[in-house]
């Protein structure tokens, strides 16, 4: 079946510096999605990307989904206390049932 | 309601014994997703309704797991004879549509299998 291979699995990090995280996969999708989850809570939308090569932003979030359509990345800037969470990758394929296939997750911990 | 509901927030049960996992999605939402988050993972894909279709069961691990939907309002995963590998985060999501529309998460319940 589909798999995402996200990396890295966790970080530790000083507040203030940039963060990078990835995700492959071995087949197409045609949705990359990447998601935060916090403790005892479920995943929350961050970035949604819909179309090969597509760059977008959220405040000092920056995904981009590649031409491939086999890879994407998310960047944190400037990273602060409150962006310490489980970052997720998700992936939508060519079926029609909005299945996500989830990455493994990057642990993200920055120190104040 | 504001959000997805899910309950309970937490359950502990005996190896054995059968759960219910309840899920209220978004109102309007017609489409509502099951998955399951064992610790330190990502999310599995269980099962996926949209309206009056048949759902997507191809997750499902074993047949000891079921899910149903009363038309496009609450679902309920049971999990038949509970085994230590069950425990896991149980979580449910609903969008507008099935495929392209953002997925919105509850809480999730955590399952405990002793």
């Known amino acids: 079946g589909q798999q995402l291979n996200q990396s890295p699995q966790s970080m530790f990090i000083q507040e203030g510096e940039d963060v990078s995280m990835n995700c492959t996969s071995s087949?197409?999708?045609?949705?990359w999605l990447w998601y935060k989850q916090d403790p005892g809570e479920g995943p929350v939308l961050l970035i949604a990307?819909?179309?090969?090569?597509e760059l977008t932003s959220n405040g000092r979030l920056t995904a981009q989904f590649g031409i491939t359509r086999k890879d994407s990345f998310l960047n944190i800037s400037a990273s602060i206390p409150s962006d310490v969470g489980i970052y997720f990758c998700?992936?939508?394929?060519?079926?029609?049932?909005?299945?996500?296939?989830f990455g493994q997750g990057t642990t993200l911990q920055v120190k104040p | 309601g504001a959000g997805v509901s899910q309950s309970p927030s937490n359950k502990v049960t005996e190896k054995g014994k059968d759960v219910e996992l309840r899920c209220d999605p978004i109102?309007?939402?017609?489409?509502l997703y099951w998955y399951r988050q064992r610790l330190g993972q990502g999310l599995e894909f269980l099962i996926y309704?949209?309206?009056?279709?048949?759902?997507?069961k191809s997750g499902l691990p074993s047949d000891r797991f079921s899910a149903e939907r009363t038309g496009e309002s609450v679902s309920t995963l049971t999990i038949q004879r509970t085994q230590q590998e069950d425990s896991a985060v149980y979580l449910c999501?609903?969008?507008?549509?099935?495929?392209?529309?953002?997925?919105?998460f509850g809480a999730g319940t955590r399952l405990s299998v002793l």
């Open positions: 999501a609903s969008s507008l549509r099935g495929a392209k529309n953002i997925q919105y």
């Open positions: 109102s309007g939402h017609t489409a």
């Open positions: 309704f949209q309206g009056n279709s048949a759902p997507d």
């Open positions: 087949s197409i999708f045609n949705t």
């Open positions: 990307l819909y179309k090969a090569g």
């Open positions: 998700a992936g939508l394929g060519s079926s029609n049932t909005g299945k996500l296939i």
